[in-house]
């Protein structure tokens, strides 16, 4: 298939690139490098552009003539979208709108949309299921719902089927350590926890000790990229045969605590690092987990890297890799 992927040059978007390329799809990645990087588009074509330039997406789907789209770009920090809601709404839904016009202008009647489990905002029920309202609590969920509120629309009144993914906490990396999360700041546990063992933070703190959990930290569901990007392409096999468009959690269906994800991080990396305990931060919830039955039994979904150890295993020598060449850089 010939497939473009927006946000192809990030972290997530990198591996389904990857993925794709192994299948022997014909892929061109549509990223402005914002976040992403050249070197980490290892399959395809890299066109580096804005979705807000309108004006060079056509022209990219004009010679492209692509049989589906794989929407990834976004801006992904929900303390930044706090602070800067407009830039969230025009990068995540506007830039989203251009390239649904697009899609419909040029008959790609086929998309896959990253969507996230900030969409559920603190859910009544754990696991979360697919049809719990949305009530997303910052700009950046926020953004995200309406992408698939705009989805939801189009899918009813023109040909284009979708299937939105809704991610949970996504970690881990390449077996080969060949692309991993590259972000300069990243927020994500496993990542900072990492970085913080390299000495590349002074401490990690934890938001909060006095949940309602085992050990009083949050609990999130943690789910291996190349999993994710296995759950991309039987999605884009779900709409391409039966032209029908769903919605899917993407996670394990169950959580470990910030608590234990530290303990695993320490005893994989062999290294003692400091930890902070801070206040909680407002907003996030206890628990937030995964209901994934539904993607497993409409699309045959199963998870091959379904082990903490390995996710954390897979991150840490990518941190390795990605530390040292910064080091040997001018
Ligand atoms: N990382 C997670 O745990 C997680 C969880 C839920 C959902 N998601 C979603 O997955 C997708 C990918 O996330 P990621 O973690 O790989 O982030 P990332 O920042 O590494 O990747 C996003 C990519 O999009 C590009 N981009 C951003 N705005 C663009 C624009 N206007 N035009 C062209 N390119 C643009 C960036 O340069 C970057 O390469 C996002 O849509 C994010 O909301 C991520």
Request: charged letters at 30%; hydrophobic letters at 40%.
């Amino acid at each position: 298939m010939k497939i473009l992927v927006t946000g192809g040059a990030g972290y997530i978007g990198s591996h389904i690139v990857r993925a794709l390329g192994e299948r022997g799809d014909d892929v061109v990645v549509y990223d402005n490098l914002s976040h992403g990087h050249r070197w980490a588009v290892l399959h395809g074509t890299l066109v580096e552009g804005d979705l807000g330039d309108r004006s060079l997406l056509g022209d990219v789907f004009r010679k492209g003539r692509f049989d589906a789209v794989m929407h990834m770009a976004a801006s992904i920090v929900v303390d930044e979208s706090v602070r800067e809601p407009l830039e969230y709404y025009r990068n995540n839904v506007g830039n989203a709108l251009n390239l649904i016009e697009a899609c419909l202008s040029f008959r790609v009647h086929t998309v896959i949309f990253s969507s996230t489990a900030a969409v559920y905002g603190i859910p009544d029920r754990v696991p979360v299921k697919e049809d719990e309202p949305l009530r997303p609590i910052n700009p950046y969920g926020a953004s995200k719902a309406m992408v698939e509120r705009m989805l939801e629309d189009v899918s009813a009144s023109s040909p284009l089927r979708y299937v939105a993914l809704r991610y949970f906490n996504v970690a881990g990396a390449d077996r080969f350590a060949r692309i991993g999360q590259a972000h300069r700041d990243a927020t994500h546990l496993i990542t900072v926890a990492l970085r913080t063992a390299l000495g590349e933070r002074e401490c990690l703190d934890i938001f909060g000790s006095d949940y309602d959990t085992p050990d009083g930290t949050c609990i999130r569901d943690y789910i291996h990229v190349d999993d994710l990007a296995d759950a991309h392409i039987l999605a884009l096999e779900h709409v391409g045969k039966r032209r029908e468009s769903a919605v899917f959690n993407c996670g394990y269906g169950y959580g470990h605590s910030v608590g234990d994800v530290v303990k695993r991080v320490k005893k994989v990396t062999g290294i003692d690092f400091p930890v902070r305990y801070t206040e909680r931060r407002p907003g996030d919830p206890p628990a937030l987990v995964a209901d994934a039955e539904r993607i497993k039994r409409e699309i045959g979904w199963r998870p091959r890297y379904d082990d903490l150890d390995y996710i954390i295993e897979t991150a840490w020598e990518w941190e390795k890799k990605r530390a040292a060449t910064l080091r040997t850089r001018p």
